[in-house]
């Protein structure tokens, strides 16, 4: 088998050198920065430490590969497969890993199968430098048994979930919602804590509510309690926001925060729920698609 890698950043260089040393030999690779006057050589250095050879062109790429992860910057990844298409023939599999939209990943399925060629969408479900080769990545496809089946020998951790191209990099940005927020909100608190000095107080306030209980247990009971107490918490975080512009900190996540609440509270689940408090987001998510389906 040869693999190659359109784009060669810390994807390609952290799977291509797992791959290498668990003795996958012809792997190839073309980065546009490769080239470049005064960067290419962190390209060149990359590919050399990781026992990989780079091409002159991502068609050549193509042209000499059996399967190719392309792993550009998500808003170059149509056009550069629109560039890769005269260069695919029947048999290429070409695995988009960028974070380009679900739609995008549709059109270049699209794209590549009128060509001839086998398209998959793939997203990177944690950290590269955690889990590096072995970082999990969801697949979504028509034929994405080859792929695993060619690199899960490897210790690659694949695992498909559709047939339908876009649905695993959904996955990911829904994931994202919260991993990128989350991280967004703590510094938000962090700063906010740090200009008072009580850090550690609220550091370790937090951790005693959140600590030793399940994801699944957290962020149920906190969605069901802000959709029970929308109203007392959205004018809470009102006067957290005005608290933050009062010592300097912008209010960023917090403003975000006052309006969901304020969402919450429009929703008014007493009504919906007669009074009797839900168990379980599920039960609220009814309500959301109700007032979603009426256009509010």
């Excluded at 912008?250 to 006052?258: K, L, R």
Aim: with cysteine.
């Amino acid at each position: 088998m040869k693999l190659g890698f359109i784009g060669f950043g810390e994807v390609g260089y952290e799977i291509s050198s797992g791959l290498v040393e668990q003795g996958l030999k012809e792997i190839y690779a073309y980065d546009v920065m490769q080239n470049h006057p005064e960067k290419g050589y962190i390209v060149k250095d990359k590919a050399e430490k990781a026992g990989v050879t780079l091409l002159d062109s991502d068609n050549d790429v193509v042209e000499k590969c059996d399967m190719i992860l392309m792993v550009v910057p998500g808003a170059f990844a149509l056009d550069t497969t629109k560039g890769l298409l005269g260069s695919v023939t029947p048999g290429k599999l070409l695995v988009d890993l960028s974070t380009s939209l679900p739609s995008v990943k549709r059109t270049e399925n699209q794209l590549i199968s009128e060509n001839g060629g086998n398209f998959i969408d793939g997203a990177l479900m944690a950290s590269l430098s955690q889990a590096h080769y072995k970082v999990p990545i969801l697949v979504s496809g028509a034929n994405c048994q080859p792929f695993i089946d060619a690199l899960v020998p490897y210790g690659m951790n694949i695992k498909q979930i559709t047939e339908k191209p876009g649905d695993a990099i959904a996955v990911k940005f829904v994931r994202s919602i919260y991993m990128k927020g989350i991280a967004a909100l703590g510094a938000e608190m962090l700063e906010a804590a740090n200009v008072l000095g009580v850090d550690k107080l609220v550091i370790d306030s937090i951790g005693n509510t959140l600590d030793g209980k399940s994801f699944d247990f957290n962020n149920n009971y906190l969605v069901v309690a802000s959709a029970w107490h929308g109203a007392r918490q959205a004018h809470e975080m009102s006067d957290v926001m005005k608290m933050l512009e009062d010592i300097g900190v912008a209010p960023i996540m917090t403003q975000a925060t006052e309006k969901r609440l304020e969402w919450f509270r429009d929703l008014d689940a007493h009504t919906y729920f007669n009074e009797k408090r839900p168990e379980n987001w599920q039960d609220v998510a009814v309500l959301w698609d109700k007032v979603r389906e009426e256009g509010k």
